[in-house]
T-cell receptor, first 117, second 116 residues
Framework: AQKITQTQPGMFVQEKEAVTLDCTYD???????LFWYKQPSSGEMIFLIY??????QNATEGRYSLNFQKARKSANLVISASQLGDSAMYFC??????????????FGSGTRLQVQP | GAVVSQHPSWVICKSGTSVKIECRSL??????MFWYRQFPKQSLMLMAT?????????EQGVEKDKFLINHASLTLSTLTVTSAHPEDSSFYIC????????????FGEGSRLTVL
């Protein structure tokens, strides 16, 4: 079984500052993928960044970077230079890469980020 | 990038009626589609996994006779909420996979169901 834990129900950050959203995970699979999604009030799920368990380097996508610490089973999202449009719900998720027939994502409880001007 | 379209984006229906939600992959063949349910201010919970041409696999606690899933083609999966009741009101969202490890899974826009 897989489990994702996001311990920050809500976070505030000042515009233009960096913020880290925490995510820890638990899985018995040797091969897995870790994801971060942004969900604005409209409800759509916006893919931000992906990290494979065997990737040697931390993933980066523009202002988003994933601080992957495999030994600690953590996959924190770092957003640099926060913008007002970053205010949204953020979900950490994972899926096993072992079973090609079943690749559903398991989601954490989410963190609501509010960027203040 | 790949696009998944979900329709309708919102629907209001009377208690006891059935509602069908469509999930289409527009520019790729989705061998597997996933249906999630999200209550307000909560996370996404997997309801079922559908593979093209076979019966859906439902998560524990999800009534398969209540939530009918059909994945008749590689580009279309449907979720039918039968005899809907107010407690079925929720945000339903689908995601699609090509079956290969491309990292990203593609989500539809979601469908907000309100049962009166």
């Amino acid at each position: 079984a897989q489990k994702i834990t996001q311990t920050q129900p809500g976070m505030f950050v000042q515009e233009k500052e960096a913020v880290t959203l925490d995510c820890t995970y638990d899985t018995s699979d040797p091969s897995y993928g870790l994801f971060w999604y942004k969900q604005p009030s409209s409800g759509e799920m916006i893919f931000l960044i992906y990290q494979g368990s065997y990737d040697q380097q931390n993933a980066t996508e523009g202002r988003y970077s994933l601080n992957f610490q495999k030994a600690r089973k953590s996959a924190n999202l770092v957003i640099s230079a926060s913008q007002l449009g970053d205010s949204a719900m953020y979900f950490c998720a994972m899926r096993s890469l072992m079973d090609t027939g079943r690749r559903a994502l398991t989601f954490g409880s989410g963190t609501r980020l509010q960027v203040q001007p | 990038g790949a696009v998944v379209s979900q329709h309708p984006s919102w629907v209001i229906c009377k208690s006891g009626t059935s509602v069908k939600i469509e999930c289409r992959s527009l520019d790729f063949q989705a061998t597997t589609m996933f249906w999630y349910r999200q209550f307000p201010k909560q996370s996404l919970m997997l309801m079922a996994t559908s593979n093209e041409g076979s019966k859906a696999t439902y998560e524990q606690g999800v009534e398969k006779d209540k939530f009918l899933i059909n994945h008749a083609s590689l580009t279309l999966s449907t979720l039918t909420v039968t005899s809907a009741h107010p407690e079925d009101s929720s945000f339903y969202i689908c995601s699609a996979s090509t079956g290969f490890d491309t990292g990203e899974l593609f989500f539809g826009e979601g469908s907000r169901l309100t049962v009166l």
